[in-house]
T-cell receptor, first 113, second 113 residues
């Protein structure tokens, strides 16, 4: 079945360090791919998305490129801030599945000043 | 524009009881999806309602049910509660079309004792 695998956390970085969170997927057909972020005590917020191969999603300095050949959608940021501390979820949506998202396990990021 | 509102924020129940959770979507949104979030299983899709009809369903037992009203507000019900039902229950709303983003509420934290 369809699934998403993320690198395990927690990930601890110093401020201004480079961030990569790996995400790979298995899906029938051509899914849309997403990164969501969850701050403590809150719901999920969409960070970025890509709907087809080679698309690059970007937002707030975060980027991810839809790589069909490696079935990956790795999240990157060049210089993290303390305010980026949160849990990050990679997710996919198969076409015509409405509001059904399949999530990875989440990666907790902690950024130290 | 008000966001997705979930009530109550916290609930404590005992095994065998039943519980009803409520979700008010963003005005104009016709789709409401429900997710269960636990430390062990992560985020799992429960079901989606669109225009008062269940459009999609995850892999949960029949004790989990839902409905949607004509104003798009949705409720989910869990009967005969088990300890393993303790979780954060998130709902998400969208316009319901293929590429519309999901907006998540802050969730209801259910504890079953």
């Amino acid at each position: 079945g369809d699934s998403v695998t993320q690198m395990e956390g927690p990930v601890t970085l110093s401020e201004e360090a480079f961030l990569t969170i790996n995400c790979t997927y298995t899906a029938t057909g051509y899914p849309s791919l997403f990164w969501y972020v969850q701050y403590p005590g809150e719901g999920l917020q969409l960070l970025l998305k890509a709907t087809k191969a080679d698309d690059k999603g970007s937002n707030k300095g975060f980027e991810a490129t839809y790589r069909k050949e490696t079935t990956s959608f790795h999240l990157e940021k060049g210089s993290v801030q303390v305010s980026d501390s949160a849990v990050y979820f990679c997710a996919l949506k198969v076409y015509n599945q409405g509001g059904k998202l399949i999530f990875g396990q989440g990666t907790e990021l902690s950024v130290k000043p | 524009k008000a966001g997705v509102t979930q009530t109550p924020r916290y609930l404590i129940k005992t095994r065998g009881q039943q519980v009803t959770l409520s979700c008010s979507p963003i005005s104009g949104h016709r789709s409401v999806s429900w997710y269960q979030q636990t430390p062990g299983q992560g985020l799992q899709f429960l079901f989606e309602y669109f225009s008062e009809t269940q459009r999609n369903k995850g892999n949960f037992p029949g004790r989990f049910s839902g409905r949607q009203f004509s104003n798009s507000r949705s409720e989910m019900n869990v009967s005969t509660l088990e300890l393993g039902d303790s979780a954060l229950y998130l709902c998400a709303s969208s316009a319901g079309t293929e590429d519309e983003k999901l907006f998540f509420g802050s969730g209801t934290q259910l504890s079953v004792l």
